[in-house]
């Protein structure tokens, strides 16, 4: 790779004359704040032969004013000029020495009000930002982490005051330097209209002689590196803990984020890469009126109070804290419930029946002409890192919904779908939805299950809306869920789970026509077989099914689930069931127990095992 040649962008090579001094265009201002590879970003520039680099000047003065506690404020009081404001004009804008441009890093926070004006009128400014679900848990024992330490609201505003000056800087996002240091680079350096040189990419490991005072306690990392390493392919827990200053830094993250520069690669090196960044934003006085948007929310308690604090990935944005876990209106899913999806359960550390799972999703996808799906690894890579973000291991239950991504504008045609698709996935910690011991009570539906004429139900699709009028169904006769027929009246399945009935030793089962062929149903169909209980698919008359031994449904969710109420008929020996007795318990029976055992037995043995 070759660097571009000086005087390619001469006006940035050289030193300015005299009549440009109060621009200060020599300058590169970097604001960031702790933990974020301001340093790394330093060190890089350090590089270059043309640029000589400053570390945080106005330090000394930011704890004279504020009395920030730091282990090595005595240092940096004795090394370094307190005064402000003689530190800009002598030390940040002084003329270079040696070389044509400087470049200085700062931590947002030490943009003093009375210093901005100095400070940001004139040279040439920077941000960058980290994730704080990233940054957070990356503050120590040096200073305990807080929204005013992350700088967040500090380099928003600087972002804005640029902005209305006319000015609006390039925002560098971190972990995009991680993962393509290059191509963020070259696209850093033509918003700055630099030539952009290799030698940026590394650096030798130590300590260097641009390092401030406090270097021992904060750059231990840095000094061990020899270039920008890349993310961690997992993220660590979360200290839930820190969860609400999450939820605090989220929306300045979010805004500044969305200025991030794109990596620039030979495909788009003749785009504008700071088009991101240069749009300025104008703010409009107006009274509030009264809407929905200002009244608040109700806040419900949850069946699982530890869901309260989620992440969950959702589309580009990666992993976001369940209040910010939205997909843009503009979503199929939205517009149409265009979206098919995944219901898996995590065993002990195993992912039960991933691949099966996976298979049917991309099927789905094939099957209603998604375009621009992504890779099969991509979507592993999402639900693993949601996994190890929550710390989920045992005892949670996934739904992952691909849809077919954010429209253009509103309406139903997929040729308005340009953006590609949409990966949620939401992990819970969920046990059994049912009650596996004393059973379920069902109602028939009058809704009938959607026929393959209509919409095949071989495609786990988002639009239940079929279901959802059998649950109220149920939901209204006070039962747990609904049975639902086929437009010839055979017995299909319920609203949520495939179902199957015993009959003096032998198991029945729906055909797979109208109903979902679940993963959680095949999957006992071969566990009766190796069990050598007889099992046979066939059509199922609702008088068959009250006339049933046992009763019993599958799925993910839910696993295997006994009913012992049907349409207010006791199922097999549960004679003493009835609607009318609200705490009556029933039983599964003999054979629902028997598999119920093997299913166990095999979530303890099987599954794709995560790799944290």
């Known amino acids: 790779m070759t660097s571009e040649t000086p005087s390619e962008h001469a006006g940035a090579s050289l030193k300015p004359s005299a009549g440009d001094v109060s621009d200060a265009d020599w300058v590169i201002n970097l604001w960031s704040g702790p933990r974020s590879l301001s340093t790394s970003l330093m060190y890089s520039f350090a590089q270059r032969p043309d640029t000589e680099v400053v570390d945080e000047p106005l330090y000394a003065d930011f704890l004279t004013v504020t009395g920030a506690p730091r282990p090595y404020r005595q240092l940096v009081l004795d090394s370094m000029d307190s005064n402000g404001k003689r530190v800009v004009d002598q030390v940040v804008y002084s003329p270079t020495k040696s070389k044509p441009l400087r470049f200085v890093k700062h931590m947002a926070k030490q943009c003093r009000e009375e210093l901005q004006a100095s400070l940001l009128s004139r040279g040439r400014h920077v941000i960058l930002v980290r994730d704080p679900m990233l940054l957070i848990p990356s503050f120590g024992e040096v200073s305990p982490p807080s929204l005013s330490e992350t700088s967040l609201p500090h380099l928003l505003s600087i972002f804005s005051s640029l902005s209305q000056m006319g000015r609006p800087p390039p925002v560098v996002d971190a972990t995009r330097l991680q993962s393509d240091p290059e191509g963020v680079l070259k696209a850093l350096c033509q918003a700055l209209d630099i030539s952009f040189y290799p030698e940026m990419l590394s650096w030798s490991s130590g300590k260097r002689p641009e390092d401030g005072v406090w270097a021992p306690w904060w750059y231990t990392t840095t000094h061990a590196s020899t270039g920008f390493a890349p993310p961690a392919l997992y993220p660590k827990p979360f200290p839930m803990e820190h969860y609400s200053l999450l939820e605090e830094c989220q929306p300045f993250f979010s805004l500044l984020h969305s200025k991030a520069l794109a990596p620039l690669t030979t495909t788009n090196a003749t785009n504008d890469t700071t088009s991101n960044s240069s749009s300025s934003n104008t703010t409009t006085s107006t009274s509030p009126s009264p809407s929905l948007s200002t009244l608040p929310l109700p806040s419900p308690p949850l069946p699982v109070p530890a869901n309260e604090k989620l992440l969950v990935w959702v589309g580009e944005e990666g992993l976001v804290p369940r209040r910010d876990a939205k997909i843009h209106v503009l979503d199929s899913a939205v517009q149409g ?149 086929d437009v010839h009246g055979y017995v299909s399945e319920t609203n949520a789970t495939n179902i199957f009935m015993v009959k003096r030793g032998l198991i029945l089962t729906p055909h797979a026509d109208s109903c979902l062929p679940g993963i959680t149903r095949s999957t006992v169909i071969e566990l009766a077989k190796q069990e050598g209980i007889p099992i046979q698919e066939c059509n199922i008359t609702t008088a068959q099914l009250h006339a049933a031994d046992e009763i019993f449904t599958t799925g993910t969710m839910g696993e295997l689930t006994p009913c012992v109420l049907l349409d207010n008929r006791p199922i097999g020996n549960n004679v003493n069931i009835s609607d009318c007795e609200a705490n009556s318990e029933g039983s599964a029976g003999p054979i629902t127990q028997r598999l119920q055992e093997a299913y166990k037995k095999l979530t303890s043995m099987e599954g794709w095992p995560l790799p944290f």
């Open 337 to 485: 419930g265009d979206a098919v999806w995944e219901g898996l359960r995590v065993y002990d550390g195993r992912v039960f029946k991933l691949q099966d799972h996976l298979d049917r999703l991309f099927d789905s996808a094939k099957a209603m002409a998604f375009a621009n799906v992504p890779p099969r690894e991509h979507v592993a890579h999402a639900l693993v890192s949601t996994l190890a973000a929550n710390g989920m291991r045992d005892n949670a239950h996934v739904r992952l919904t691909l849809t077919r991504g954010k429209k253009v504008t509103s309406g139903m045609s997929p040729h308005f779908n340009l953006y590609g698709c949409t990966l949620i996935v939401l992990a819970e910690w969920k046990p059994p939805v049912y009650d596996n011991a004393r059973g379920i009570k069902l109602v028939t539906a009058s809704t009938r299950r959607n026929s393959p004429q209509c919409v095949d139900s071989h495609i786990h699709h988002n639009n239940l809306i079929n279901n959802i009028l059998a649950k109220i169904e149920g939901n209204n006769a006070g039962a747990d869920d609904a049975v639902m027929l």
